[in-house]
């Protein structure tokens, strides 16, 4: 079945760091990928998207392009700051039946300043 | 974007009892609402597809007896943890999806069952 795989965390940086987390993913369709942040004490929230091949999805200085040939989805960040600190969970959904998310492991950022 | 609640935050119930948590969309009408499950320092795991006016669609492995859900109009749906034990202490999450919202699933802030 479909799955994802994340940098394993956690992860610790200094403010203004740069940011990299890892995500690949399997798929037998052509999935829709995400990326949601989870801060502390609150649901989950999307935080950027991309549904197809080189598409880049962006918000809030964060950024991942859909590529396809490596089947990766990274996250990046030019500049962390201590409010970036939460849990980031990479997911995917074929755009198909009942659009299930299929979520990877997560990875806790801490951003000290 | 979209308010998806739930209710309780967290709750404490002794071995063998029931327990029910209600996920509700506050601003929008979802005819589908997601259950999920997460364990500490762990992904999320969908348990459960919930359908207004239909029967749930349970994961592979996911004991539709024991995790009862009822979607009985299109803000509200409820899961019933039936005869609890420790082992099913966890992170229970919902979410709901709004087809306004090219259907984007937001997420509730989640219900902490802690069995004893």
């Known amino acids: 079945g479909d799955s994802v795989t994340q940098m394993e965390g956690p992860v610790t940086l200094s403010e203004e760091a740069f940011l990299t987390i890892n995500c690949t993913y399997t798929a037998t369709g052509y999935p829709s990928l995400f990326w949601y942040v989870q801060y502390p004490g609150e649901g989950l929230q999307l935080l950027l998207k991309a549904t197809k091949a080189d598409d880049k999805g962006s918000n809030k200085g964060f950024e991942a392009t859909y590529r396809k040939e490596t089947t990766s989805f990274h996250l990046e960040k030019g500049s962390v700051q201590v409010s970036d600190s939460a849990v980031y969970f990479c997911a995917l959904s074929d755009l198909e039946g009942a659009q299930k998310l299929v979520f990877g492991q997560g990875t806790r950022l801490t951003i000290n300043p | ?116």
């Open chain 2, 1 to 116: 974007g979209a308010v998806v609640s739930q209710h309780p935050s967290w709750v404490i119930c002794k071995s063998g009892t029931s327990v029910k948590i209600e996920c509700r969309s506050l601003d929008f009408q979802a005819t589908t609402m997601f259950w999920y499950r997460q364990f500490p320092k762990q992904s999320l795991m969908l348990m459960a597809t919930s359908n207004e006016g239909s029967k749930a669609t349970y994961e592979q492995g996911v004991e539709k007896d024991k995790f009862l859900i009822n979607h009985a109009s299109l803000t509200l749906s409820t899961l019933t943890v039936t005869s609890a034990h420790p082992e099913d202490s966890s992170f229970y999450i919902c979410s709901a999806r709004d087809p306004w919202a090219l259907n984007e699933q937001f997420f509730g802030p989640g219900t902490r069952l802690t069995v004893l």
